[in-house]
């Protein structure tokens, strides 16, 4: 006859094997768990599993991008943003009038910010990019964006931008475009590495 069985259904004599096991390597129980707690996080596996808002601090918007195509992009660093703006925005060669010279690139805080780039492409309508929602959630940041054309205006073709800053999150960052009752999926970027003191 096993313990549990001579000592009832309820399994006293488990708990009190269990109990006696982490006893005897020197932990009580409410250590176990915070032992339990700091073994997990030192080999990065406890993750915060609350959902925080991720609202627009900045945003700005246009038609007359340089970026031909369409395209989301995220820049969580000075360097990715320099990249990013010379694509849209052109070098010192850019045409008179036209990109860099109109427009000298933010200067931003990166350790606090970054920064979501949605860009429509050539398109006949002009229009903007709306952003729906944005939420990080243990180990994933999803970005909500929506583009609307300009109602009620003749067609102009542009090329036609959205520039939002954010907080910065270091994890993966999914960005969806909402398009009436479907939602896709249309970027994703990994998470940063830790840095190791």
């Known amino acids: 006859m096993g313990p549990a069985a001579r000592n009832g259904p309820n399994g006293r004599v488990r708990v009190a ?11 009580d129980t409410p250590w176990m768990a915070a032992w339990v707690a700091l073994s997990a996080l030192a080999n990065g596996e406890l993750v915060d599993n609350r959902a925080y808002p991720l609202p627009v601090i ?6 007359d991008s340089l970026v031909s195509t369409p395209a989301v992009r995220l820049a969580r660093s000075q360097d ?5 703006w010379l694509s ?5 060669n850019s045409l008179p009038g036209v990109g860099f010279q109109t427009q000298p690139m933010p200067q931003l805080d990166f350790r606090r ?3 979501v780039a949605a860009f429509a492409g050539e398109v006949p309508n002009s229009g903007a990019f709306r952003y729906v929602s944005g ?3 243990g180990k994933l940041s999803t970005i909500r964006l929506a583009y ?20 910065r999150a270091e994890t993966k960052v999914q960005i969806d475009l909402v398009e009436g009752q479907r939602i896709r999926t249309v970027a994703e970027f990994g998470a940063l590495e830790k840095k190791r003191n």
Request: aromatic content about 8%.
């Open 17 to 27: 094997e269990r109990r006696a096991m982490v006893v005897s390597i020197g932990m």
């Open 135 to 137: 939420v990080k959630q």
């Open 113 to 115: 910010v970054m920064v």
């Open 80 to 84: 990715e943003f320099a990249n990013l």
């Open 58 to 63: 900045d945003q700005t918007s246009g038609a």
């Open 148 to 167: 609307q054309p300009m109602a009620g205006i003749a067609a102009i073709q542009g090329r036609p931008f959205t520039f939002f800053v954010i907080p």
């Open 88 to 92: 849209h925005r052109g070098g010192p």
